[in-house]
Structure formats: C-alpha cells, structure tokens
C-alpha cells in the first residue's frame, strides 16, 4: 500500500552529543518519494533549533547509510541518516 501512496520509512539516528539535545537515539519518519536529503537536514535544525545554536554549519556531521550525502541526494525507503558531531581532524560527513 505505501508504495501506491508514494510513501518511504527512513530512520534518522543521533551520535551520544546530539541525543543529549534531542532527546532520542533515533526517529522513524514516514517521508514522501523522492524527498531531498537537504530537506530531513532542514527539519531536524527546526525541529531542533538547540543542535543549530550550539554547533554551526560546518561542525555538524551526516551520513546516509554511512556513505556522505551529495548536495541533491534523494531519499529511498530504508535509508538510515546518522547526525553526529565529528571528533576533531575526523571528517565531518562520517557516520561514526
């Protein structure tokens, strides 16, 4: 049925840093198809808006299914987004 809809399950997780902030190891989301990486980014800063004060752009590390998302990366059903707040000379985009 949800594929008829157009719907995808993806799961958004959170490394230790940022559960403090947001209260949750991770978050299932129910998204439309063909939904923008940048789009999930957007909301969490929203929904978060403590994340986007304390770590500014470029401090924020993501990863979907491990790998860095490119600028216009869509989403599929399954994907896992990992945020997390890299350790220093870490590369921002890895997903531990």
Do not use: W
């Amino acid at each position: 049925m949800k594929e008829l809809l157009g719907e995808q399950k993806i799961t958004i997780t959170y490394d230790k840093t940022l559960q403090l902030i947001t209260d949750r190891e991770s978050e299932e989301c129910i998204i439309s198809n063909r939904v923008p990486f940048f789009f999930i980014l957007t909301s969490v800063l929203e929904s978060y808006p403590e994340m986007q004060k304390r770590f500014p752009p470029g401090s924020l590390g993501f990863a979907i299914n491990g790998k860095p998302p490119e600028v216009n990366t869509l989403l599929k059903d399954g994907d896992i987004i990992h945020f997390s707040i890299p350790s220093p000379g870490k590369h921002l985009v890895e997903g531990q």
